[in-house]
């Protein structure tokens, strides 16, 4: 399959994102953002070695970020804001080494900002950080 970019945003989707997703070797941009989708973010999304946009937010996804996340070195913009995350959010999901924006805002996680985070000077180039909501503790 050679699907590059999936903009499905505003939609009125609904059930779960499909494993699938992951085993998109083009993949890039995924942005399914205001729709009805629940179930969870499937872990198989690490395996997509270009995803560099994902945009899940304003739906019903629920349970915890999936570590395997992390596999995704190309990624730099995720929004997972306003769905029912739970749980901790990845350490490795900071560490993203292209990671520009991070948007976390009204979901349940519950944690503290993970350490990486708030490295001053190191080598992340995150630059936007939303988490109003989150639950997350800095």
Do not use: C, W
């Amino acid at each position: 399959p050679s699907l590059a970019y999936l903009q499905a945003h505003h939609n009125l989707l609904t059930g779960s994102l499909p494993t699938t997703l992951g085993s998109l070797q083009k993949l890039r941009l995924i942005d399914v953002s205001n729709n009805q989708i629940d179930g969870s973010i499937p872990s198989q999304l690490g395996g997509a070695p270009l995803l560099n946009y994902m945009d899940v937010s304003y739906n019903r996804i629920a349970q915890t970020v999936p570590a395997s996340l992390a596999n995704a070195t190309k990624l730099r913009h995720l929004n997972l804001a306003n769905n029912l995350l739970t749980g901790t959010l990845p350490t490795a999901i900071a560490s993203l080494p292209a990671l520009e924006h991070l948007d976390l805002r009204a979901n349940s996680f519950a944690a503290n900002v993970p350490t990486e985070m708030s490295a001053v000077g190191g080598e992340l180039r995150l630059t936007t950080v939303f988490m109003n909501s989150s639950g997350l503790n800095a």
